[in-house]
């Protein structure tokens, strides 16, 4: 069976004054359609990079390796050049959502517009069809007044009303892949539940595939259906959401969870994880999580075991130092 | 009043609002008719969404936001501050007693002053210190409670990881020798397991230097875990108040039961159905009369969809505060 996306060891590297960063190594996810799949990481661990690597969005001194795949829909993405290529993607096959809904939408051109003028890059339709479609898609996500926001600014929009329309302006175009970036970092929790629900219902009824990416456990265990958990630029444990968050095997994937405050158990203590991330100038050579690991193995802390994902149950996918250190706490 | 540290009483801020300089002045009604006592030694959690004047609150307390109407007293030792009567030199002594730390650590310290200067600022400044030497000494030991280290006072703060400047931020709010801290999203900026070791700290030096925090989040599971006592906003009122573990267990207001619906459970089989609330926050420029919330509650009754209930918080339990038209 075919994925609907499938990224296959991907590197990304960035050039910069102070020597070439590694973002992100090795990394290996797929997605079907009608499924999301939640990318969890702590700020720096490569998880919008990843992302924007779908749609080549990454800035110009970006390198990829050579035998990386990104396929989507049986392409591979990596090798487009050509603007007309990428068109296809950026928008057409895959639409991205942001985090700040302020900052993505253009501030002098009037939310409409900006909807319309992307439907008639990627369809072939006229501008009426282009706005009753808008229009629709507004009032699909809950917006009172469709016809008076779509006249609106971005500015005269509230919060929350804002990712909806921006929510709206990525599905009109009917993208098989959504991507997803802290979409609901940025809003009140009750807000942040209307929305979570909105992307629910929607998934269900387009059954495209998400890439959903947030900081927030609470949030990925509502929504994916799958987890990458990423740290440093390297995925250190995958699977099943249910297996991954009841079940979790790697030290790092352990440690987000006792940080985390949970409401209904007050009297557990939240423990931090030791030590800062480290710099990806000078990324851990071995396993990445060494350098804060609680329970290391000698070995390990030594820097001497590769990254390695290893399946641990039918579909649970932990780095195979992490399993012994797993093991020992 | 001995075991109060600070008094709220009647507190209302309005702001002026023009939309242009023909249009009618409007008045902003941010914080509205607030009573709150803030216990020495407690750790008061503010919550509510954006919007709902828990930052005007907060500022006003500190003396940084005019207060239209109604007093704020500080209780200290030997005498009372009443924030609305002040003169300068009281203000200058009020201002070593009360402290703010920020949300932002990124935008919060100057890129230009090394950390050793940052967090002597305020003595400088306040003139709380007589020479270097001194200064030095007050800046070392505050450094070193916040786990700092002494190299790290020679740096700017660029050099620092979130979670490093946080601390930072503390350390400055810390070292006037304060008894009352606001804390204003002090953790919303940062990573869970940062998160988790700045909130450790926050609790660690409340015990070491006698502090009184006033805590605002817009985060309940933070809130719940580190507060003593709760004050849940909407719209400029208190709807809810009493202690964090009755609170969060027996809720009593449709607002605070509808907020902790809306937590995402971290349990992947709990895909709980949130009470969803319908719309957003009304404006604060034109409140909806009687109760604030009930263009968005879920189950109003009769009475206050008409707005004929006015606002007022009553005790259901001991301490447990609710507003009372979810309580009729």
Known sequence: MSHLLEVKNLDVKF??????????????????????????GESGSGKSVTAKSIMKLNPGNTSYNEDAEIILDNENVLQFTSKQDLKKIRGGKVSMIFQEPMASFAPAIKIGAQMVEQLLIHKNINKDEAKSI??????????????????????????????????????STMPKLLLADEPTTALDVTI???????IKDIIKEYQMGVIFITHDLGVIAQVADHVAVMYLGSVVEKGPVNEILKNPKHPYTKGLLQALPDINNLDAPLSPIPGNIPSPLDRPSGCVFRTRCPHHNPEGKDGKIVMKLIEVKPGHWVDQCGIQCGQNG | ????????????????????????????????????????????????????????????????????????????????????????????EYRKKAQLIFQDPYAALS??????????????????????????????????????NIEHLRRFPHAFSGGQRQRISIARALVSNPKFIVADESVAALDVSIQADILNLLKQLQTELNLTYLFISHDLSVVAHVCDVVA?????HIVEMGPSRELFKNPKHSYTKALLSSIPSIDPEKRSEAIELKGEIPSALNPPPGCVFRTRCPNPGIDCKGGEITMGLTEVEPGHWVDQCCVL
């Open chain 2, 111 to 148: 890129p230009r002053m090394t950390v050793r200067d940052i967090i002597a600022e305020p003595l400088e400044v306040m003139r709380i210190t007589n020479s270097r030497q001194e200064t030095d000494e007050r800046v070392r030991d505050i450094a070193a409670k916040c786990r700092l």
């Open chain 1, 15 to 40: 050039d910069t004054d102070e020597g070439r960063i590694t973002a992100v190594e090795n990394i290996s996810l797929s997605v079907d359609q009608g499924e999301v799949l939640g990318i969890v």
């Open chain 2, 232 to 236: 849940v906003m909407y719209l400029g």
């Open chain 1, 192 to 198: 942040q539940a209307q929305v979570i629900n909105l």
């Open chain 2, 1 to 92: 009043m001995g075991d109060n540290l600070i008094s709220v009483n009647n507190v209302s801020v309005n702001f002026d609002y023009q939309e242009n300089f023909i249009s009618k002045k409007q008045k902003i009604h941010a914080v509205n008719n607030i009573n709150i006592k803030i216990k020495k030694g407690s750790f008061f959690g503010l919550v509510g969404e954006s919007g709902s004047g828990k930052t005007t609150l907060g500022r006003a307390i500190l003396g940084a936001n005019k207060i239209s109407s109604g007093n704020v007293i500080f209780h200290d030792d030997e005498r009372d501050y009443d924030l609305t009567n002040m003169n300068k030199q009281d203000l200058k």
């Open chain 1, 134 to 171: 808008s229009i629709n898609m507004l009032k699909r996500v809950g917006i009172a007044d469709a016809e008076k926001r779509f006249n609106q600014y971005a500015f005269e929009l509230s919060g929350g009303m804002r990712q909806r329309a921006m929510i709206a302006m990525a599905l």
